[in-house]
């Protein structure tokens, strides 16, 4: 097994640059999943761990899953699913990686999430307003900003009425243009993060802060309820 030749940032953002030459803005997931899975890339975002922000929200609101849904956005290899399972949520968890959805089940063999394979821009209709609870880590982020509002509507329209939306993403100011930022990730603005919120799903919180591994970058945690 080979040790990966770059910094995992740069190489994620290399396997992206090449997926969007191909016109194929969703295809470098798959492919540093799979070169993961083989010793030769490592993905930054998988933690070994929940979200440290998740993990927050969960114990300041105390959550009860007991006869509730939730759904994870881009699951990665699943240890956000795992703590929102954990919470009694009847939890299905989702990524456009096939192998990251393999890794996934084979981190967790023993999991109450469901873990499946399927397309954020494209999801099963069966899910449309479904979910009691919805959390969204670094999903849409991760996509070029002129996929960002169709995905930022699409997370939102799985949440229940009555339900509720977590949006966990890096900040960028309002001021910085699109063209300065060279992703993935391409962060979220004030702007794109309040854009999640629709006439009948309302911001009731946003928090901004500082990543402890490096305070030069800020995070925002929001939280929304359909009504």
Same mark, same amino acid.
């Given at each position: ?9 740069? =190489?994620? +953002? ?5 997926? =969007? *030459? ?28 929940? %979200?440290? @922000? ?32 954990? =919470?009694? /949520?009847?939890?299905?968890? /989702?990524?456009?990686? !096939? ?5 996934? +089940?084979?981190? %967790?063999? *023993? $999991?109450?999430? %469901?873990? #499946?394979?399927?397309? &954020? ?6 899910? %449309?307003?479904?979910?009691? &609870?919805? #959390? ?10 002129? &996929?960002? $509002? ?15 939306? @977590? ?9 910085? !243009?699109?063209?300065? #930022? ?12 309040? $854009?999640?919120?629709?006439? *009948? =799903?309302? @911001?009731?919180? #946003? ?17 929304? &309820?359909?009504?």
């Amino acid at each position: 097994m080979s040790e990966p030749a770059e910094d995992p940032d740069v =190489l994620a +953002r290399r396997i992206a640059r090449e997926s =969007l *030459d191909q016109e194929d803005p969703t295809g470098w997931f798959e492919r540093l999943y799979s070169a993961a899975s083989e010793g030769d890339a490592v993905v930054p975002w998988d933690r070994g761990a929940a %979200h440290p @922000l998740l993990a927050e929200w969960v114990e300041e609101s105390q959550p009860s899953g007991a006869g509730k849904t939730a759904l994870i956005v881009g699951a990665g290899t699943g240890w956000d699913a795992e703590l929102i399972a954990d =919470l009694g /949520f009847d939890t299905t968890a /989702f990524d456009i990686s !096939p192998t990251a959805i393999e890794a996934a +089940r084979r981190n %967790h063999p *023993d $999991s109450k999430a %469901h873990y #499946v394979t399927a397309d &954020l821009l494209a999801p099963p209709p069966r899910w %449309h307003r479904a979910f009691d &609870l919805v #959390v969204e880590i670094y999903t849409v982020q991760a996509l070029p900003i002129e &996929l960002q $509002s169709a995905a930022t509507q699409q997370v939102g329209e799985q949440v229940a009425p009555g339900g509720t939306l @977590l949006v966990i993403a890096a900040a960028r100011p309002d001021n910085q !243009p699109d063209e300065a #930022v060279e992703g993935p990730p391409w962060p979220l603005t004030r702007a794109a993060i309040e $854009s999640f919120a629709r006439p *009948d =799903l309302r @911001l009731i919180q #946003v928090v901004q802060s500082p990543s402890p591994a490096d305070p030069s970058i800020q995070r925002w945690r929001a939280e929304y &309820l359909r009504d």
